[in-house]
């Protein structure tokens, strides 16, 4: 079954109604709640949705959703910094149990560009980069990879991006590489140059190692973000396809409408797709 937006509203309206019916001690006694499914996919956040925030605020505020997953963007964990300097980042991001399990996106045009991006990695202890390498500089970002034994998931970035624009044009680009090196489909740039992102996450379920999770006002290069179930995007169909592949990354929330006060909007769409996966 497909549900929409209103199907959710619906039945929240319903649990409201149920909620304010009189009853008595007796029955609330006897009813048995409803204990909520377990989550089938890890919920995160890619941290430029908060880049006007600083560290400390994106970890109260992912203790507040109750997000377990970040990848850290440079404005959170900077790339100039020291290992030891990183090594408080991390270990506070840690402490405040989240699992951090990436950095990016970090963009590399350069064989020096790729040097620090893995130095940085390791020094942060994380086990994968989301970024972006020139398609000359593949083999000696494979080359890297095998010596760091760190994951690289590239990310899509839709109209107008001459590098990686779909996930298929990171997926010809790697298909023969070393499988350490992976996609970041992210489906709001996949949906707004044409193309379905279930269909994506399925042709090229192999290398899919990283989601970023939105929703788009629609198909084109002019179409804008929006709060998740306010789009065009089948987010039940897209979860369901996360689920059939047996995907067992981060799905992260990155909401790009409003970055000057994000949490409403992000916090909606934390609810809207934790509802959806407790109907699928």
């Given at each position: ?8 509203l619906k ?83 840690r402490k ?105 996450t399925l ?78």
């Amino acid at each position: 079954m497909k549900y929409t937006r209103n199907d959710f509203l619906k039945m929240a309206g319903l649990g409201l109604t149920a909620s304010l019916a009189p009853v008595s001690v007796k029955n609330l006694v006897a009813q048995t709640p409803v204990k909520p499914k377990a989550d089938r996919l890890k919920l995160g956040l890619a941290s430029y949705t908060l880049h006007k925030f600083s560290l400390d605020e994106t970890i109260n505020i992912l203790q507040r959703l109750e997000l377990k997953e970040v990848s850290l963007k440079e404005m959170h964990l900077p790339m100039n910094a020291t290992p030891a300097q990183l090594q408080e980042m991390t270990d506070k991001v840690r402490k405040a149990g989240i699992n951090l399990y990436g950095v990016g996106v970090i963009y590399m045009k350069s064989e020096q560009e790729i040097d620090r991006a893995f130095a940085y990695a390791k020094n942060a202890g994380v086990k994968m980069i989301v970024g972006v390498p020139n398609h000359e500089l593949l083999p000696y970002t494979e080359k890297k990879i095998k010596e760091y034994d760190i994951r690289l998931a590239i990310h899509n970035h839709g109209p107008g991006d001459k590098v990686y624009p779909s996930p298929e044009t990171v997926y010809e680009k790697i298909k023969n590489l070393d499988k350490r090196i992976g996609l970041c489909i992210d489906i709001g740039h996949t949906q707004r140059i044409g193309l379905d992102p279930i269909k994506d996450t399925l042709r090229f379920a192999d290398r899919i190692y990283d989601v970023h999770i939105k929703d788009v006002t629609g198909n084109t290069e002019k179409d804008t973000p929006t709060e998740i179930g306010r789009g065009v995007i089948d987010i039940p169909g897209f979860l369901k396809a996360l689920l059939k592949i047996k995907y067992t990354g981060s799905v992260s929330m990155e909401y790009e409408k409003n970055a000057t006060d994000p949490v409403p909007g992000l916090a909606e769409s934390v609810g809207y797709t934790r509802g959806v996966m407790q109907l699928i």
